[in-house]
């Protein structure tokens, strides 16, 4: 993954322009492919597509870079495979698609091959052995099938009955079989490989792919999709919903930097707007209903029928035969499990155990019964009571899968038991707090759920006080045995107040989460897509406030966001600025600058000229570079005491927009390797990061003036970043990251990706 981000930061042949541009976050005008639309939009050997798949299949063929959410059960995978079979049918090449994980491919791979198509499974030396749906397309089982190749054949005949071979036949038979695995990557239509698997080097001598797409994109880390882009992307088109959970990220460092955000979350934030596909085919309509109003606005629409998803003849005791769900309510005490890290709940575990006997004796079969609870402690205790206090044979119990929240997400169960576990007094809910979690637990059930849970702990979250509000209106609250149910009158604690008051309807993300949907809602305090200005007038807000110059708005992922100043000639450079997302961890704290022979490297004044110090760190040492507006050379001075002088110009970047609108070249054929710049000319128009991206505010770094006087002060050494990316003293100035590189440049040439 760090290969691939060094390739994106240097080889301009890795990504078109394009998306080189919009990946970063630069303002590029968008662009619509000249292609021809097939007259029917549905592949061959998949359902016929709904009225948002074929919006969804007609938007990404025009386009470099689409976004599809797909909620639960709307055919992510179908759609999916539907465009990669218009890409290849297109002649456009060879398109790669990946996933996060090696379940993900295997779906995707086989819906392609359905469509006809020639599909190559790429898969780890160690999954070889592995058995999977899609086994007969993995590469190696491919060439183990080769009628064309006999002496190949022979060869791998004699290694498994003798278990080796001799040093020439093995070099033999390693040539030969590499030949075949080229011959049969270059003939394939479609390569489908897991994110990570795509820098395999069987892929990286001389592979172009011109369309990739990645499918539950949503669920890897941001460097993970960036291996595949890297590979000479020209069409990328990511799959996902962000209103699910996202990428696993077990280091907590790592989560706070930013990687617990992916690559399609970000571009969403960054105002980039989805394509979402509408109907789905999961859930009975009464189960939809829920977190379609609350995580999708009430747009999912239902594909399937009441009658479609009810079982006849089922002897289970729902409480309203119209709506087989309902929410039991259990008072019992969670504990402390024996493992002293988790949590269980002896009380709703016999629930759980009673429930899931009566769908069995029902004549559900035990893999049609999913149980799903956020805490292993309780995932242990369910498994271990039903086994020794079930009243059915052990067996059974033993095939019906009990799992985490995360383990369902992607899956779904015709029965679905969640366990909430936590029942305390003061200490909160934990992981049910999370409300993407929440959204995979309650859209997994394709024919009922029952959710056994203490009300009175629960109610006390507002989106839970939502949920539970909602199943009493629907009189599916109920208390009492399986036998005897019967409508609670519990009385549900005080909600919390809400953290997004401006938009009720929305992912109630925490102060800690921020919303990607609410990214694009217009007028919302988090919408990004209207300028600072507008955000000003807003009454009731907070930006209803007037500002100094000096002043950042805090930003609960710690974005630094450009701010619009006064005066229309700086609005016009903040248009071409970037809203790149930049964790406080990420940046550089003020520090001392170490003694170096003997002497402080930081007079503000040389031969009467104001100069300005930045601060690199660069292979362990420290680089100085000494700005001079009258003397245009760099005092480079390193930990050895060395001192080099360097001419100082930088290189435009790729792409860039004149005052006017329109693309224009920028080459400039002196370039250094040092990301500092020469001339006061503006930075935004000419390419880099505005200036308030980079922590400087106007005062600092005004257009007229790029380097001002500054004079630092014993203490001003010391000063770290506040948590929301800004300065303490907005003159302080410590740059961790390079403007730009010196080697990416050109312009966008539409031949790239039209």
Not at 382 to 405: C, D, P, R, T
Request: charged letters at 20%; one cysteine or more.
């Amino acid at each position: 993954m760090q290969a691939a981000l060094k390739t994106f930061a240097v080889d301009e042949n890795s990504v078109s322009a394009y998306l080189y541009h919009r990946l970063l976050g630069h303002k590029v005008e968008d662009l619509v492919m000249k292609v021809t639309l097939p007259k029917r939009f549905s592949a061959p050997g998949l359902p016929e597509l709904n009225h948002s798949q074929v919006y969804a299949v007609k938007t990404v063929l025009q386009h470099p870079l689409s976004l599809i959410q797909g909620p639960p059960g709307t055919g992510k995978t179908v759609t999916s495979a539907t465009i990669v079979h218009h890409l290849v049918k297109q002649n456009q090449g060879q398109v790669l698609v990946c996933a996060p994980s090696n379940i993900a491919v295997d779906q995707s791979t086989e819906k392609i091959h359905k469509t006809g198509l020639k599909v190559v499974r790429l898969c780890a030396k160690s999954r070889e052995a592995l058995d999977s749906p899609v086994s007969f397309l993995a590469l190696h089982n491919q060439i183990r099938n080769l009628e064309s190749e006999p002496e190949l054949k022979k060869l791998q005949q004699l290694k498994d009955e003798t278990g080796e071979l001799s040093s020439a036949d093995e070099k033999r038979y390693r040539t030969l079989k590499r030949q075949c695995e080229s011959d049969l990557l270059r003939n394939a239509d479609v390569i489908c490989c897991t994110c990570v698997g795509s820098g395999d080097p069987r892929l990286s001598h001389g592979y172009q792919f011109r369309s990739i797409l990645i499918d539950e994109s949503t669920q890897a880390t941001e460097p993970e999709c960036m291996v595949p882009v890297v590979l000479g992307a020209r069409q990328l088109i990511l799959v996902g919903d962000h209103c699910q959970l996202g990428p696993v990220v077990m280091s907590k460092k790592a989560a706070k930097a930013g990687l617990s955000q992916s690559l399609f979350e970000r571009l969403v934030v960054l105002g980039i707007h989805p394509i979402r596909l509408q109907v789905q085919y999961r859930m009975h309509p009464a189960l939809s209903a829920f977190p379609s109003n609350i995580f999708y606005e009430g747009s999912l629409q239902n594909g399937v029928t009441a009658i479609e998803r009810t079982i006849k003849g089922l002897d289970f005791p729902w409480i309203q035969p119209d709506k087989p769900m309902f929410f039991h309510c259990s008072l019992g005490q969670e504990e402390i499990s024996s493992s002293g890290t988790s949590y269980l709940n002896r009380t709703e575990a016999s629930m759980v155990e009673k429930t899931a006997t009566r769908l069995l004796k029902a004549g559900i079969k035990p893999e049609q019964i999913g149980i799903i609870t956020p805490y292993e402690g309780q995932r242990a205790f369910i498994v271990q009571h039903m086994q020794y206090s079930g009243s059915l044979n052990e067996k059974l119990y033993q095939e019906i899968e009990v799992a985490s929240v995360d383990a369902f997400q992607g899956r779904e169960k015709d029965f679905i038991i969640l366990s909430c576990v936590r029942a305390n007094e003061h200490q909160g809910i934990g992981f049910l707090n999370d409300p993407r979690r929440l959204n995979v637990a309650l859209t997994r059930a394709k024919y009922g759920i029952i959710i056994i849970g203490n009300p009175k702990v629960l109610s006390r979250q507002p989106l839970w006080n939502h949920l539970l509000t909602y199943y009493k209106e629907q009189h599916v609250l109920v208390e009492g045995p399986l036998n005897n149910l019967k409508e609670s009158a519990i009385q549900f604690s005080k909600p919390k107040k809400l953290i997004n008051q401006t938009n009720p309807g929305g992912r109630f993300m925490s102060n800690a989460m921020f919303s990607a949907k609410e990214a694009i809602i217009p007028g919302s305090i988090y919408d990004r897509t209207t300028s600072m200005n507008d955000k000003r007038q807003m009454t009731g807000t907070m930006y209803a406030n007037n500002f100094n110059s000096n002043f950042r708005i805090h930003d609960p992922l710690s974005y630094i966001d450009t701010i619009g100043m006064n005066g229309a000639s700086q609005q016009q450079q903040l248009s071409n600025g970037l809203n790149l997302p930049m964790p406080h961890q990420m940046m550089m704290s003020s520090m001392s600058i170490p003694y170096i022979n003997g002497s402080l490297p930081y007079n503000t004044m040389m031969n009467g000229s104001f100069k300005r110090i930045f601060l690199f760190e660069l292979d362990s040492q420290f680089l100085y570079l000494d700005r001079s507006m009258n003397n245009q050379t760099t005092n480079m001075r390193t930990g050895k005491g060395g001192t080099t002088k360097m001419k100082s110009s930088l290189k435009p970047p790729r792409f860039s927009k004149s005052t006017n609108g329109t693309t224009q070249s920028q080459d400039n054929p002196n370039l250094t390797q040092i990301g500092t710049i020469s001339q006061p000319y503006p930075i935004s128009q000419s390419g880099l990061m505005s200036q308030h991206a980079y922590g400087l505010s106007q005062q600092d770094f005004s257009q007229s003036d790029a380097y001002d006087v500054y004079q630092p002060s014993q203490n001003e050494h010391h000063q770290l970043l506040s948590q929301d990316s800004t300065y303490a003293d907005p003159s302080v100035f410590m740059n961790s990251q390079s403007l730009t590189n010196p080697n990416r440049h050109g312009t966008i040439n539409r031949t790239d990706y039209a």
